[in-house]
């Protein structure tokens, strides 16, 4: 999957759920895309931060252009305040930050299949704090 391709089906989710653009956050295997990390031609699951949350009774879980779409709240994040985010460069919508990517991409249903990109984008957030012999440790730990 490209940035450009996840940008569209944001896009046609907004305006499905009839939200702001802001409002939505590509997060686990999507935030892996905006990010420019994960190599997987077909997603196993496109996972979306709700910023405003969801009105009671909304379907989280759905089939949007032959994708498996989940919808999270930021209290499902344990978010107490702000949620950090960035806006990766291609993309029109926010992702977390990599370090909360990293955190909770473990929540992920599909945690399974992504444990290679977990590690790649750990070796990335740590790449200046440890030598060649260390990241290659770290990353077979974040792998395991």
Same mark, same amino acid.
């Given at each position: ?32 895309? @905006?990010? #420019?990390?994960? $190599?997987?031609?077909? &997603?196993? +699951?496109? =996972? !979306?931060?709700? *910023? ?26 344990? @978010?107490? #305040?702000?949620? $950090?985010?960035?806006? &990766?460069? +291609?993309? =029109? !919508?926010?992702? *977390? ?40 440790? !770290? ?6």
């Amino acid at each position: 999957m490209t940035k450009e391709h996840l940008n569209e089906i944001m896009t046609g989710l907004c305006r499905k759920l009839k939200i702001r653009e802001s409002n939505l956050v590509a997060v686990h295997e999507a935030g892996l895309v @905006a990010l #420019g990390i994960d $190599s997987n031609a077909i &997603p196993y +699951g496109l =996972d !979306f931060l709700l *910023l405003n949350g969801t009105e009671d009774g909304a379907v989280r879980e759905f089939t949007f252009e032959g994708f498996d779409i989940r919808l999270y709240t930021p209290e499902e994040f344990g @978010a107490d #305040g702000p949620i $950090s985010l960035v806006s &990766p460069k +291609g993309m =029109d !919508f926010p992702a *977390l930050a990599p370090e909360i990517i990293l955190e909770t991409i473990s929540k992920s249903p599909v945690i399974e299949y992504l444990m290679e990109q977990r590690a790649a984008l750990a070796e990335l957030l740590h790449f200046d704090d440890m030598d060649d012999d260390e990241l290659r440790q !770290f990353a077979a730990y974040v792998r395991s």
